[in-house]
């Protein structure tokens, strides 16, 4: 492995001109070159985040997740990681098990690690967020959820939920459960359901249930088991993917028939509800397109220049096996 070291010896110079040289500080025309050639013969890679402890301006982007099995997150992680290294900066990721308390640790720790810049994808956000984002003085955008004078990048929650409510109409069903998830989520928990709900109460005649349950598989399905013998619903609409994968699962158990018995959608447009039987009406959301738009505003916040407050990406219905027309 080469070192910077090995570059200064080869070179013919201090240590310290190989180190101004990295970190883009003054050398002469002439060794910029030759330090130039020698670090693309060599393929040396100089070591980002002991770079970044050093210099006054970091290259390193902390990432705050709120589970280590969330799809949603890890495909946007995909193109914030793509997105960052095509950049040159380095990507630190602090998962929180869901946990408001160590998202707000996380951003004071990652503030104390020198990151430039902190991309959040929060459970919900409290006045303690705020304080803490404001203490630490650098720029912090928020991924799925939102809040006044913020940078955020949201989905739009309330639109997916009444495409799937409207969706379920045309189907002709009239008894509905909403699987949910806790309400202190702003996005999924409250701006979700209320377009499923207002779609839903269009007609006088339908009828709907909601029970809260887990954002977690295993914990939704632990539920789920218990709960599908009493449904007389001809319709479970699923706050997330994750959720309705767990109806399917304990529907199988029951040796319950589905759509036959009722449909089921989720939202979300998770790949491996492709791949299940029968595969599952869902809502696409554009978690990659989240991750380039974060990435890009980021880097543009760290410029100085002026990026929108708010922005929405758009989702789109995605009609499969699951679901089918009711005969009332």
Not at 32 to 52: H, W
Not at 196 to 202: G, I, S, Y
Not at 231 to 256: E, P, R
Request: proline share 2%; glycine share 6%; with cysteine.
């Amino acid at each position: 492995m080469v070192t910077i070291n090995d570059i200064a010896e080869r070179a013919g110079v201090a240590k310290s001109t190989v180190s101004r040289y990295l970190n883009s500080g003054s050398v002469s025309h002439k060794t910029k070159l030759k330090l130039d050639k020698i670090v693309l013969e060599t393929g040396y890679r100089p070591n980002t985040f002991a770079q970044s402890l050093k210099a006054k301006k970091t290259s390193i982007i902390g990432t705050i997740i709120p589970r280590l099995d969330s799809y949603s997150a890890n495909e946007a992680l995909i193109a914030i990681d793509k997105g960052l290294r095509e950049k040159n900066f380095q990507l630190l990721i602090t998962n929180t098990n869901q946990s408001t308390e160590r998202e707000i640790e996380s951003i004071y720790s990652l503030a104390s690690q020198k990151v430039a810049g902190i991309l959040l994808f929060a459970t919900v956000i409290t006045d303690a967020h705020k304080k803490a984002i404001a203490d630490v003085g650098i720029p912090v955008i928020l991924l799925g959820q939102q809040a006044d004078n913020f940078y955020s990048i949201v989905h739009d929650e309330y639109d997916a939920g009444f495409k799937i409510g409207t969706y379920a109409n045309q189907l002709g069903h009239k008894h509905f459960l909403y699987l949910n998830v806790f309400e202190a989520d702003i996005a999924v928990g409250q701006m979700r359901k209320k377009g499923v709900l207002d779609a839903l109460n269009q007609s006088k005649e339908n009828t709907v249930d909601i029970i809260e349950t887990s954002f977690t598989f295993e914990e939704a399905y632990k539920q789920i088991i218990k709960l599908l013998p009493t449904i007389k619903a001809s319709y479970i609409i699923c706050a997330t993917d994750n959720i309705a994968l767990a109806v399917l699962k304990a529907a199988h158990q029951l040796k319950i028939t589905i759509p036959a018995t009722f449909s089921l959608s989720g939202f979300g447009g998770y790949q491996i509800t492709t791949v299940v039987s029968p595969t599952i009406t869902t809502v696409k959301y554009a978690y990659q397109e989240l991750g380039e738009l974060a990435v890009k505003n980021l880097l543009l916040l760290l410029e100085g220049s002026l990026i929108p407050e708010k922005i929405v990406l758009k989702n789109r219905l995605i009609k499969n096996e699951s679901t089918i027309k009711w005969a009332n």
